[in-house]
């Protein structure tokens, strides 16, 4: 099987020490990583491969600095990593990155297949949670966000349970699919020696703008609608009452139905009710 | 399976030392690995730091053009502290703002990143987050190091061990017995930010140059070390260094020297304003030549602190750890080539030192750590005299100038006594001269 991972390089927040007398970051020597969701996605991804058998491949956008964190990746265990750098992508928001991804992974799906692409949750320098998805409806395959586990996978078909606000879901999807994870979806392993050996040593593959299809509209600042104009926690969801239905689906039904009812969000119409008009 | 690997030169740490030896070794045909612990070179770095020009030039010329230096130090001062009282010395050379230079101050973290990608590009293999747990041996014989993971033995034909001061690899070897806390000083240190303009208006410099001010007496409460303070580009680095014998003796803690220091007259105003942004501690090698531990074994040889390769009086350590790396790297690629990894041949890089200026100058004050251990006046009395004879000096008061004199040779006999003083006077000349 193919897994393709999509990770981002970030800076190191956790490595940013505050000053313990003034309270101010101390941000000498801040090195970057690979975006915490993102090294459990490809984690999943190794230990998929390690059972299923294939490869992993990893898939980066961004500076050319960015190989550091492909070459982590490498490290671990990847088989190949493939960074997306050039000039014309830089400014791209969520809807340009996820175009370019996704443009890059369909060269990889037409030249070698793709069973899986993995992403995390989100990055932590944006929070933004859009490129999976973004990703998963331009290639038009299933996507499952929010993966907190992987029950199995076999030719062309993928269970996991999704981590919902509260509760989970057990879904499951056709192959290709592509999955978002959470933190708690698995361990991230440490390094072997020859696997570190073989990463200092890996060169990856460099695509620029070139090497695949694009259209210069949809990339870079061009290519990114989206302004900021304020970034701010919005308040958590309040009210709302859960009906479980799990033990006995049919009283659960009635139930609910009673409650829609109750509450004149749906209402019966006259003429079921026996009106005349 | 994958192959195993062969290395002909193993290095262990990446500072100064260890990248000295493993550019030596490659340039001289050997496959060479740099195996360190940390994040990247130079992320667990405490140096002051003042890098000598010279020395860093054999390793790479002119590498002033590119490496990320602070500033050319043009002045390099003095002051001995008693009580509020300093009693100051320096020299100042404007042509060491200009190459060839003398001295550069430097960001550790900075520069052995920089120094590790001139490593790298000239082709040794550097493996980070790595920790070497011992050497790997076929009987007697070295043949790698055995690192902290998985499948984690590395074969070798030589290692050179350039772990730092608490050489823990070295020690397994026997070839480094535990440190003594005469042996040792324990410095910390902070990065304390302010604007360039302000650092060069208040060390008197032209824009872009650098100074150094070591003080000593009272800053240290009187104990065997210095405090000092360099000038970094937007940056002092503030720090103080005594040796752990005193610590203890005195149950002193380095964190409230420090804050001593920060809060004294002569130094507030140098640092007020400024911002700590950085806090360190380390250990300074300081036994001297007579605490050299063996430096080879077969396959094997020890570079830079983990050798005690420090000089304290003259505040040089990186110079002696890229000397010696240098030389274990050239001995290591003679030995592998003639094929002789014994340890007749690793004896070699011992002789050698012997020969420059490491162990010559180490050998010339291979008496010094006695000699202040067993003299303390020479950090309490003596900064007293100096301040006190400096204070009467300038003193005016109406008294005539002969009488003044004779005052002052009272305060200096009363606080030392003539035979005693004589007796220093020798005793200093005897181990400095
Ligand atoms: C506060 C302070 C100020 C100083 N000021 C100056 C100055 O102004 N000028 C000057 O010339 N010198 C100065 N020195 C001394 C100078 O820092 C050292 O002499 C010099 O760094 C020695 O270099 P090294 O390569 O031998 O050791 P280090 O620089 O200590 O490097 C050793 C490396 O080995 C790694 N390592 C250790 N054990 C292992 C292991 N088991 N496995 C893998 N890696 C390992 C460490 O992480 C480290 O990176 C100062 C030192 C201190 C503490």
Redo the contacts with the bound molecule.
């Keep these: 099987m193919h897994f393709v991972v999509c990770l981002k390089q970030v800076p190191d927040t956790s490595e940013v020490r505050i000053d313990p007398k003034t309270n101010t970051l101390m941000r000498e020597g801040v090195p970057s990583i690979i975006n915490p969701y993102d090294a459990h996605a490809l984690e999943e991804a190794l230990a998929l491969r390690d059972k299923a058998g294939g490869k992993v491949t990893v898939l980066s956008m961004g500076p050319p600095q960015a190989v550091d964190s492909l070459r982590k990746a490498v490290s671990l265990g990847a088989d190949e990593a493939i960074l997306l750098s050039d000039r014309a992508f830089a400014g791209s928001d969520t809807l340009a990155t996820s175009y370019i991804l996704a443009q890059a992974l369909e060269k990889i799906r037409q030249e070698q297949g793709i069973d899986l692409v993995l992403c995390g949750k989100q990055a932590i320098d944006g929070d933004t949670a859009q490129v999976g998805p973004g990703i998963a409806r331009r290639l038009d395959i299933p996507q499952l966000t929010y993966v907190i586990k992987v029950d199995w996978i076999k030719e062309g078909e993928i269970q996991v349970h999704r981590k919902l606000e509260d509760g989970r879901e057990v879904a499951r999807a056709k192959l290709p699919a592509l999955l978002t994870v959470e933190k708690e979806l698995n361990e991230i392993r440490y390094a072997t020696f020859p696997n570190m050996l073989r990463a200092a040593k890996y060169e990856p593959l460099v695509w620029g703008a070139d090497k695949f299809h694009l259209s210069p509209a949809e990339m870079g600042l061009k290519g990114s609608p989206t302004s900021v104009s304020r970034i701010f926690a919005p308040p958590g969801r309040t009210g709302g009452e859960q009906i479980m239905a799990i033990d006995d689906p049919g009283s659960a039904a009635i139930s609910l139905v009673g409650k829609l009812f109750q509450q004149n969000i749906i209402m019966v119409h006259p003429i079921a009710r026996g009106g005349r008009d | 399976m994958r192959a195993v690997e062969e290395f002909d030169v193993i290095v262990?740490?990446?500072?100064?030392?260890?990248l000295a030896a493993a550019m030596t070794a490659v340039r001289n045909g050997m496959k060479t690995i740099v195996?360190?612990?940390?994040e990247f070179?130079g992320a667990?770095?405490?140096?002051?730091?003042?890098?000598?020009t010279q020395p860093t030039s054999r390793l790479i010329p002119e590498f002033y053009q590119e490496a990320p230096l602070e500033r050319p130090v043009v002045e390099q001062r003095y002051a001995f502290l008693e009580g509020d009282n300093a009693f100051t010395a320096g020299y100042r050379a404007p042509a060491w703002a200009d190459p060839p230079y003398n001295a550069h101050t430097v960001l550790r973290a900075k520069f052995d990143r920089w120094l590790a990608k001139k490593a790298e590009a000239e082709g040794v293999l550097i493996i980070t987050e790595?920790?070497?747990e011992d050497l790997l041996y076929k009987g007697d014989a070295v043949v790698g190091v055995r690192t902290g993971r998985a499948e984690g033995d590395v074969r070798g034909k030589v290692v050179i061990l350039?772990?730092?001061?608490?050489a823990?690899?070295a020690k397994k070897a026997g070839l480094h017995t535990q440190l003594g806390p005469e042996h040792v000083a324990v410095?910390v240190?902070e990065i304390i930010s302010l604007p360039r303009e302000k650092i060069e208006d208040r060390f008197c410099l032209e824009e872009g140059q650098g100074a150094t001010l070591e003080l000593l007496g009272g800053a240290t409460a009187g104990m065997i070390g210095t405090a000092f303070i360099y000038t970094n580009q937007d940056s002092l680095s503030v720090?103080i260094?005594c040796l752990l014998s005193e610590m203890v003796k005195r149950q002193a803690n380095p964190n409230d020297l420090l804050e001593r220091l920060k809060a004294h007259p002569f130094v507030r105003k140098l640092i007020q304003g400024g911002e700590t942004k950085e806090y360190m501690g380390?250990l300074?090698p300081e036994g001297g030549y007579k605490a050299i531990p063996k430096m080879y074994r077969q396959g094997v040889m020890v570079?830079?602190?983990?050798g005690m390769l420090?000089n304290g009086i003259h505040?040089?350590?990186?110079?002696l750890?890229m000397v010696s790396g240098m030389a274990a790297g050239e001995v290591a690629a003679g030995a592998i080539n003639s094929h002789d990894l014994s340890e007749q041949s690793m004896k070699l890089y011992q002789d050698r030192l012997k020969e420059t200026f490491v162990l010559k100058d180490l050998y010339k004050y291979r008496n010094s750590a006695h000699l202040f251990e067993e003299n303390p006046q020479f950090f309490t009395t003596y900064p007293e005299i100096l301040s006190g004879a400096a204070r009467e000096f300038f003193t005016v008061d109406s008294m005539p100038k002969a009488d003044k004199q004779k005052k002052i040779w009272k305060m200096v006999t009363g606080k030392r006594a003539k035979g005693d003083l004589i007796r220093d006077m020798w005793k200093l000349w005897r181990t400095m001269g």
């Design positions: 262990v740490g990446a500072g100064p030392a260890g195996i360190e612990r940390g070179p667990k770095n405490v140096m002051g730091g003042v890098l000598y790595t920790v070497v350039a772990e730092g001061v608490n823990l690899i410095a240190k720090g260094g380390h300074i570079v830079g602190d983990a420090v505040r040089e350590g990186s110079n750890a």
